[in-house]
């Protein structure tokens, strides 16, 4: 089984073009928002644009949430696909969503920049910015039973009507999720360090933390992710490298499930071991 990818920020039309890449790329399994595609139908998962937060939808998106992934993989297992495209926002989701899967190392990453103009790109997100309207690379019936009340049309509806209607292979949909309606959501770096903090001390080896630092990764237009970094005083008589290695996931965890942000690393510097001298 082969692996490949398709990149670009949100709202620039990637799902749009995702089965042109797959047809391109003879890939005949797509991961698309936390679903699985073949053949036209949702074979496993929930679509991101289904939760009523944008929180959750990035949480649907990178299979974190309970249950998810296992039921993706099985069904992967049970199709055989002979080459997967997962479409992500960034170099760094997509092999998040590959490891979550323990799909292959991606081969391939085509960047949406690449395949299409900044016209196209802008109209793109003039709908998704503007109408909240995202794309699904499947039938509009096939997304019925998934969307119940989300639905809003064909993708012709964001194009002139044509004199000739026609249903087409690879036909793909517009839903407005419900987390689109609620305006921009800003996590403000405070909230990230208040969760490090907490997750950080909260460790019993863990006399005391400071200086945490937040620091947002981009290579150009794409987000890496999170950098975050931090200084702690442990309590002696304890493996250290063990330890930090624990509190680096219990971190990552933390900050993820709670904000849909993405964590590229988490630096623990060991300034200095307690020593109770009272023992």
């Known amino acids: 089984m082969d692996v490949i990818a398709l990149v670009g920020p949100s709202g620039t039309g990637k799902s749009h073009r995702a089965l042109q890449v797959a047809r391109e790329h003879n890939a005949d399994a797509i991961i698309d928002d936390g679903i699985l595609i073949k053949g036209g139908h949702i074979i496993a998962g929930e679509s991101a644009k289904t939760e009523k937060s944008k929180i959750m939808a990035v949480r ?25 495209l997962i479409i992500g926002t960034s170099e760094n989701m ?17 960047r949406i ?11 793109a997100q003039f709908h998704r910015l503007k109408e909240g309207k995202h794309i699904i690379p499947v039938p509009t019936i096939e997304l019925k039973p998934h969307f119940s009340g989300y639905l ?16 087409k292979l690879g036909e793909k949909s517009i839903v407005r999720p419900v987390f ?14 208040k969760i490090v903090e907490k997750i950080v001390q909260a460790r019993e080896f ?4 400071k200086r945490v630092t937040v620091q947002h990764l981009f290579k150009g237009d794409e987000d890496k992710g999170l950098k975050i970094s931090c200084e702690v005083v442990l309590n002696y008589g304890n493996h250290i490298p063990t330890l930090v290695q624990q509190t680096q996931a219990k971190v990552r965890e933390a900050v993820e499930y709670t904000t849909g942000m993405v964590v590229d690393s988490i630096n623990i510097n060991v300034r200095a071991l307690y020593v109770d001298t009272n023992h």
């Not at 296992?70 to 997967?84: F, G, L």
């Not at 920049?113 to 109209?123: F, M, P, T, V």
């Not at 809003?152 to 249903?167: A, E, G, H, M």
């Not at 863990?206 to 933390?209: C, D, F, G, I, Q």
Request: proline share 5%; no cysteine; charged share 30%.
């Open 152 to 167: 809003v049309d064909p993708l012709q509806s964001l194009f002139k009507k044509s004199r000739v209607r026609r249903r």
């Open 180 to 193: 689109s309606y609620y305006g921009k959501l800003i996590i403000d770096d405070l909230v990230v360090r």
């Open 60 to 84: 649907r998106a990178i299979f974190v949430l309970p249950g998810h992934a296992e039921e993706v993989r099985e069904a992967i297992q049970k199709v055989q696909p002979h080459r997967i």
């Open 206 to 209: 863990v006399k005391n933390v």
């Open 113 to 123: 920049e690449d395949i299409a103009s900044r016209s196209e790109l802008a109209q």
């Open 94 to 110: 997509v092999h998040k969503i590959a490891k979550a899967l323990k799909l292959p190392a991606i081969q391939l990453i085509v």
